[in-house]
């Protein structure tokens, strides 16, 4: 079997998140809407708006950056089933190209932990559903 860096996201794009995603969405950005990226010198990225439909960011460089819910979506659920996810392949496999700000945001996610050293590897532990 493929590791899970050697996955290519190839399916269809979601439009919406999944209600248990948005939940958990609903529940960090509630807790605090600032979500910083995880490299070596963090930016915040203050939510401004959640949806089904994505979130909204505003950043040092952004006013009213949108993340469509696919890019969310599809990040969580290859971090779900392969339990790790680096922002290099998010990026550069699967073509999420707001990966710092999906990071950040699901970093903040029950189970999931980020791993220390270089580069950017989350870790998911948790159940199926966040």
């Given amino acids: 079997m493929d590791s899970a860096q050697d996955v290519v996201f190839t399916g269809a794009k979601p439009s919406t ?7 958990a969405l609903e529940a960090a950005m ?15 990225n203050i939510m401004t708006h959640l949806s089904e439909r ?4 505003q950043t040092a460089k952004t006013d009213n950056g949108h993340v469509p819910a696919w890019m969310l979506q599809v990040a969580w659920d290859h971090l ?3 339990g790790q996810l680096t922002n290099k392949h998010l990026l550069k496999e699967m073509k999420v190209m707001r990966s710092s700000a999906v990071c950040a945001v699901l970093a903040r996610l029950p189970g999931v932990q980020v791993d220390p050293g270089p580069g950017i590897t989350l870790r998911y532990q948790g159940s199926k559903a966040p």
């Fill in 17 to 23: 998140l999944s209600p248990e995603l948005l939940a």
């Fill in 30 to 44: 509630a807790k605090d809407p600032a979500f910083y990226t995880l490299g070596r010198s963090p930016v915040a």
């Fill in 54 to 57: 994505g979130f909204h960011v």
């Fill in 80 to 82: 779900v089933e392969h």
